[in-house]
């Protein structure tokens, strides 16, 4: 006479998704509670916000690794930011911006933990003045987001006149990226004119910000006057939602019953944080040959075994 195994089956719905969003929004990176001694080039590691521990680096280079790079510092109240990263290139006559192994300041952004929702706003991209030695430059802004080595598409909004924006990435091969360049003239320290707010939905864990001089007048990196002396943009704080990290495992109590045997299996999810995370259904199928025993689940915030066999 032929019987069928019973299993006692964790079929559990938990209150725990993937990658979900806490609702609740926090400073990731304050530049007021921030120190970056001025002219450092990093990697600086920032603990700031609520995610506990160390949360990002910061580093900044050029393209050939060595000049144009600057003078980096956390400066007050510029482009209407009570406190901002301003990335500024030294330029001058003994750095030659035509060649490509100087046009680019690199700031690079690595996240210790993915987050979702990251919004920054950034200011100051203008054109320069119409006097020696600014005339014919262009601020061009470059902002490219990974997760997990993988490109992820980056957004953006100009919130002010002398700012314009490419969502294909102008002339970069990459419809993922966002170029944010100078139109329209120079703007003073304390205006707004040339902010932009850039949003990455993600999950994200890497942020890149390409500082390139452009022509004056289209957007298009790597071109620009000779010597066109200090040139500068900011970045203002970072704002993000926090994500849970969920991984599952599942383990039975005997992985070789006989016939009639009754066996247990386990699943537990585990939630790495920093989020807390809600609302995921977790599922588990009885494998064919075994008889589930009726209201056997124990555990989780809501269970339901109405489709098992």
Do not use: C
Not at 2 to 25: C, E, G, K, N, Y
Not at 85 to 93: H, I, K, L, M, N
């Amino acid at each position: 006479m032929s019987r069928r195994l019973h299993v006692l089956l964790a079929v559990i719905a938990l209150l725990l998704p993937t990658l979900a969003s806490d609702p609740a929004r926090a400073e990731f990176l304050d530049w007021t509670d921030e120190v970056w001694v001025p002219g450092n080039l990093g990697p600086n590691t920032f603990s700031g916000g609520d995610l506990g521990g160390a949360q990002a680096t910061l580093a900044l280079t050029d393209a050939s690794g060595s000049a144009p790079v600057g003078w980096p510092q956390i400066a007050p109240n510029i482009s209407g930011f009570d406190h901002s990263f301003r990335v500024r290139g030294d330029y001058s006559s003994t750095v030659d911006v035509t060649n490509p192994a100087h046009q680019s300041i690199q700031t690079r952004i690595d996240l210790v933990a993915p987050v979702s929702n990251l919004v920054f706003a950034l200011g100051d991209i203008d054109t320069g003045s119409s006097s020696s030695p600014y005339s014919g430059w262009q601020d061009v802004v470059v902002v490219t987001a990974f997760f997990q080595g993988v490109e992820v598409p980056v957004a953006g909004v100009a919130l002010g006149t002398a700012v314009a924006i490419d969502a294909n990435g102008n002339d970069y091969a990459t419809a993922q990226n966002l170029t944010l360049y100078g139109r329209n003239g120079n703007v003073a320290n304390g205006s707004t004119a040339g902010n932009a707010r850039v949003t990455i939905v993600g999950p994200v864990d890497r942020v890149v910000l390409d500082y390139h001089p452009g022509n004056g007048s289209d957007g298009v990196p790597g071109r620009g006057p000779s010597n066109p002396n200090s040139q500068v943009y900011q970045i203002h704080d970072l704002v993000f939602d926090h994500q849970a990290d969920l991984s599952l495992t599942k383990t039975v109590s005997d992985t070789t019953p006989d016939l009639g045997d009754t066996i247990t299996t386990t699943i537990t999810v585990t939630n790495a944080g920093p989020a807390t995370a809600t609302g995921v259904t977790v599922r588990d199928v009885v494998p064919a040959g075994l008889t589930y025993a009726a209201g056997t689940i124990a555990g989780g915030a809501a269970r339901d075994d109405s489709a098992a066999p």
